[in-house]
């Protein structure tokens, strides 16, 4: 169990490092649009993770796709949507507000489980929902004096997006959901298709669109998925923090973008809200884990 615990937080750290790489290839693209990018990376995370259904599912894979239901293809649909505002959040803004901003997500699912599905929320997740919004509150406030607040509502967008998207699943929890995945490429493809003035771009632009879809989303996201069979949601949403951590650093080293200190200062209290409250959801969910083994 312990080597499967292990196993699980390396596949994390993986998939954070992966992911992480959003902003410094976005900074590399020459002349695409994003909707040029979004319309490959799209069809290159889609092909990805097909194939690594076929390996997985071989003869069945037909099957896995017909059991997501109509709630597998409202998920593909929010997570394509939420794909688009991801890409966009980091053209129209720093990669720290983005990802940080993005970084939020736990406690935004858990504060909605709390408001809308009356999950039980400790005192210590509500106050650590609350110290986060005051440093998203500082990282808007740098996007306003900077003129570039539209890249934080579209970091929003993907927080919304992602909380729908565990909504939606929640009920389905013993189906897996990687068919619909899947296809939130497509979506994200098909509404970019309607955008782009002319699928031709260059062979720079175009290797890094493929990359950002097989390697950086299509890798980084199946890390996260397998991971989630060795080690607890809390576990995986503190080491995911990889991500938000090295992403702003590949830019600063890559092409010298330093956030602001309103945006340092708003992504260090992100941070640590986050943090604090993925130990405390680690240690209920060790807490729950001793009790039941006890009582059998």
């Known amino acids: 169990m312990e080597r499967k615990y292990g ?3 390396t596949l994390v750290v993986i998939g954070g490092f992966f992911l992480s790489t959003s902003g410094i290839l976005l900074r590399n693209i020459e ?26 599912y071989r003869d069945r894979v037909g ?27 980091i053209l129209l ?17 858990a504060f909605v489980g709390w408001l809308v599905l009356g999950e039980r929320t400790s005192r210590f997740g509500i106050v650590a929902m609350l110290v986060s919004l005051s440093g998203i509150g500082l990282m808007f406030a740098d996007g306003l004096l900077e003129g570039r607040w539209a890249g934080n509502v579209a970091a929003l967008g993907v927080v919304a997006s992602f909380v729908i998207f565990l909504l939606i699943i929640r ?8 068919p619909a ?3 939130s490429g497509l979506v994200m493809a098909g509404v970019a298709a309607f955008f782009v003035e002319s699928f031709t771009i260059s062979r720079h632009d175009l290797v890094i669109a493929i990359l950002m879809g097989c390697l950086q989303f299509g890798i980084g996201f199946w890390c996260f998925t397998v991971a989630s069979r060795y080690i607890m949601a ?8 990889t991500e938000s951590i090295l992403g702003p650093v590949w830019v600063w080293i890559g092409i010298g973008e330093k956030p602001s200190w309103l945006t340092l200062v708003g992504s260090a209290v992100v941070l640590v809200s986050v943090v604090a409250y993925c130990v405390n959801g680690i240690r209920s969910e060790r807490r729950l884990l001793r009790l039941q083994s006890n009582s059998t």
């Open 7 to 9: 196993y699980g937080v």
């Open 31 to 56: 002349t695409a649009s994003g909707w040029q990018i979004l319309f490959y990376r799209g069809l290159a995370f889609s092909l990805t993770l097909f194939l690594l259904l076929l390996v997985r």
């Open 63 to 89: 099957s896995a796709f017909r059991s997501i239901g109509k709630s597998g293809l409202w998920a593909a649909l929010v997570l394509g949507l939420g794909s688009i505002c991801y890409i966009f959040a």
């Open 93 to 109: 803004t720093t990669v720290a507000n983005a990802v940080f901003i993005i970084g939020a997500a736990p406690l935004a699912t």
């Open 171 to 178: 009920g389905r929890r013993r189906t897996d959901m990687l």
């Open 181 to 183: 995945t899947c296809l």
């Open 234 to 241: 809390s576990e995986v949403a503190l080491f995911s923090l």
